[in-house]
């Protein structure tokens, strides 16, 4: 006797879990907040990957490789601002917390007493 056959009907979930959304190529500026005015052109060929905001014309270029895809860039540009504003706040000499004025430190020849 031979077995049964199974059935060649395959579950519709996997092959709707299979297919990939397209991820974003226009993303919000970090500058201006603009929405979608952000674009990344990745040149392959070159080896060069180009960040633009079309509103306040701000700029990033980044090395790619076959992996990279704009997001990626857009990511690399968000760290990037956040390491150069966390450096800018370094060099700064911290303010005061407190506004309440400083007591004189009390004078040596004073008669106070």
């Known amino acids: 006797m031979?077995?049964?056959?199974?059935s060649s009907r395959?579950?519709?979930?996997?092959?709707?879990a299979r297919r990939r959304e397209p991820l974003d190529t226009a993303f919000t500026c970090l500058f201006c907040h603009h929405d979608k005015s952000v674009t990344?052109?990745?040149?392959?060929?070159?080896?060069?990957?180009?960040?633009?905001?079309?509103v306040c014309d701000q700029r990033y270029q980044s090395k790619v490789n076959h992996?990279?895809?704009?997001?990626d860039i857009y990511s690399e540009w968000l760290d990037a601002?956040?390491?150069a504003q966390k450096e800018d706040h370094g060099t700064r000499r911290p303010?005061?917390?407190?506004s309440r004025p400083?007591?004189?430190p009390p004078s040596v020849g004073s008669d106070d007493d």
């Open 67 to 71: 992996l990279t895809e704009p997001v």
């Open 102 to 104: 400083v007591p004189a």
């Open 10 to 16: 395959k579950p519709a979930a996997a092959t709707a």
């Open 40 to 54: 990344v052109r990745v040149d392959r060929k070159e080896g060069i990957a180009q960040l633009v905001c079309r």
């Open 95 to 98: 303010a005061a917390s407190s």
């Open 81 to 83: 601002a956040d390491a």
């Open 2 to 6: 031979g077995k049964r056959k199974k």
